[in-house]
């Protein structure tokens, strides 16, 4: 039994409460009255890796919330590794679907819930543990290592965007494990080989300075509600492409093996119409529900809005109408080139007797994507399967996590997911909750990992 096993079976009780004690910290980042809260959470989690015996422990001001970082860096001709998570939490409510307050954290059938208990608290805390048992039990790591846990990823990194290209050299790395996700199942792992970016739009349509009769000017003057209708019916064809001039250049089309993996990923389309409750799914011609989802770039209308909208009859000529659409971007689209061929397509696409405003959103993720033979994901699969007794599935997320580009396009790293989290856990849900035999495995496997890192 290596040293560090032993050390993990002795110190359970302690994490244990230990977990409790982070969960108790309402760190939501959404809302500005818990900053300081988030920030208590920025405290805990730089003394709790002190404590680990983790070096150059620091709170770092981002211009938002805070990161925390620390490394230990005595193993010289070996791997830099950089630990990813955050101690931010999504919001609470609806308070009355939470069995107990999301702050009290429970423990019921070794399942402990709490807000944040899967996402990441728990999930975070392994890894901390698991140097801790090394550095404890044999005085040193098998691999250089840094901690860089956030505050704000649940409201999407806003300030990470500067900050991780202004601390290239403190986050340096050879490569990120992100602990920050989970499996396909309690008995299938999984390997996250892909994510999507994203950008988007407001659209500003303007006709008349105010609100005109239809009657006196109705056919006189352009209505801006047309128009606008107009420019969003011309950025698709019937059968779900993108017509956005430039839209696809860029995007990387699909090899036999990349789609020979994904539908190797269990999928029920006609569950998922049931549970949806639509007649039909529809999207892209020529790709699977799942390969427009994870791995071929997408335009959504968010919210359209303008003209009268109230009870009765208002025979009005509205003055001005909006939309906001967001785009899903797969490797290799860039966010800044989407946007400047959203704003060329809306210019060249709107009908006489109006003016269009193209502005963009906050809204700018980089997508992910993960070369097969990267040695990260290598050492990762070989601990999986050691685990789990199978191969890992390999997935991708139509989602975006937006700091995996960013130490991916700054620090050169590949981010490999190494989380123990599963979907039913009700990760921003009401309830949420962690297994604790994810918490206790997760110990010995990260263990396992670094070991495995530093050979
Ligand atoms: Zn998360």
């Not at 986050?171 to 792992?189: F, H, I, K, N, R």
Request: charged share 20%; hydrophobic share 40%; with cysteine.
């Amino acid at each position: 039994m290596p040293p560090w096993e032993s050390y993990l079976e002795e110190h359970q009780p302690r994490f244990l409460d230990e977990l409790l004690a982070f969960l108790s910290i309402p760190s939501i980042s959404a809302i500005s009255a818990h900053a300081a809260d988030v920030q208590e959470a920025a405290a805990w989690v730089s003394a709790r890796v002190t404590a680990a015996g983790m070096e150059h422990v620091q709170i770092l001001p981002t211009g938002g919330h805070p990161v925390v970082y620390a490394d230990w860096l005595h193993a010289p001709g070996k791997p830099t590794v950089l630990i990813y998570g955050h101690f931010d939490v999504q919001p609470v409510d609806p308070l009355n679907l939470w069995t107990k307050p999301p702050f009290e954290p429970d423990v019921r059938e070794d399942k402990v819930y709490a807000r944040g208990a899967s996402d990441d608290k728990g999930n975070m805390l392994v890894p901390i543990l698991a140097v801790e048992a090394m550095l404890k039990a044999t005085g040193s790591l098998p691999v250089n290592l840094k901690f860089f846990f956030e505050g704000q990823e649940e409201i999407g990194s806003p300030q990470l965007g500067e900050f991780i290209p202004q601390h290239k050299e403190l986050l340096a790395c050879d490569m990120v494990l992100s602990s920050d996700g989970g499996q396909w199942s309690e008995t299938q792992p999984l390997i996250l080989v892909g994510l999507r970016g994203g950008c988007g739009v407001q659209i500003d349509v303007k006709a008349a300075r105010a609100d005109l009769h239809s009657g006196m000017y109705g056919g006189m003057v352009q209505n801006p509600i047309h128009a606008l209708a107009a420019i969003i019916a011309s950025m698709h064809d019937p059968e779900g492409r993108v017509t956005v001039a430039g839209f696809y250049d860029d995007v990387l089309p699909l090899s036999d093996l990349d789609r020979e993996r994904i539908a190797k990923v269990p999928y029920d389309e006609s569950a998922e119409i049931e549970s949806l409750e639509v007649p039909a799914l529809f999207g892209e011609a020529g790709y699977t529900a799942r390969e427009r989802a994870w791995a071929r770039p997408t335009l959504e209308v968010n919210g359209i809005w303008g003209g009268f909208q109230s009870e009765g009859i208002k025979t009005v000529l509205p003055s001005e109408a909006h939309a906001k659409v967001t785009c899903r971007l797969v490797a290799d689209q860039d966010p800044s080139r989407v946007v400047e061929c959203l704003a060329a397509h809306v210019k060249a696409n709107t009908p006489p007797g109006v003016t269009a405003a193209v502005t963009p959103l906050a809204f700018r993720a980089f997508p992910y994507l993960v070369p097969e033979d990267e040695p990260g994901n290598a050492a990762v699969r070989e601990v999986l399967v050691e685990m789990y007794g199978k191969e890992p599935l390999y997935v991708r997320s139509g989602g975006s996590i937006p700091v995996c580009s960013l130490f991916q396009r700054h620090l050169g790293a590949y981010t490999a997911n190494f989380a123990f989290g599963l979907d039913d856990e009700g990760a921003h849900s009401p309830d949420e909750f962690f297994r604790l035999s994810s918490f206790r495995k997760g110990q010995g496997a990260y263990c396992t990992l670094l070991e495995r890192l530093g050979r």
